[in-house]
């Protein structure tokens, strides 16, 4: 499974259903929209300036975070931010793996 990085930010309208709903309601929101593309959560943290929300999940691919990217940012009430998390192990062969790319002007 790929891990990421997902940050979000509540709409005025997000915050007023946080204020309803409560904290861990919106945990139990987030497992669950999760389970139904096949991840899971592994942190969940509100937080406050930027980023309202910041959680460490697991997705079997880059379609099933994009389809949960599409469901949260269409509700128009959270921004949804997600960041592919790659383990030293893979930045390693990410290093080793030869590319044919040339910097401007050399």
Known sequence: MAKY????????????????????????????????????LEAFYFSFGKQDVLMIIDLPDHVAAAALSVAVGSTGAVRLMTTPLITPEEMDKACDKKTAYRAPGA
């Open 5 to 40: 990085l997902a940050t979000a930010s509540y709409t005025a309208e997000g915050l007023k259903g946080l204020r309803k709903d409560g904290g861990t309601k919106r945990r139990h929101v987030v497992v669950k929209a999760l389970e139904s593309v096949g991840g899971k």
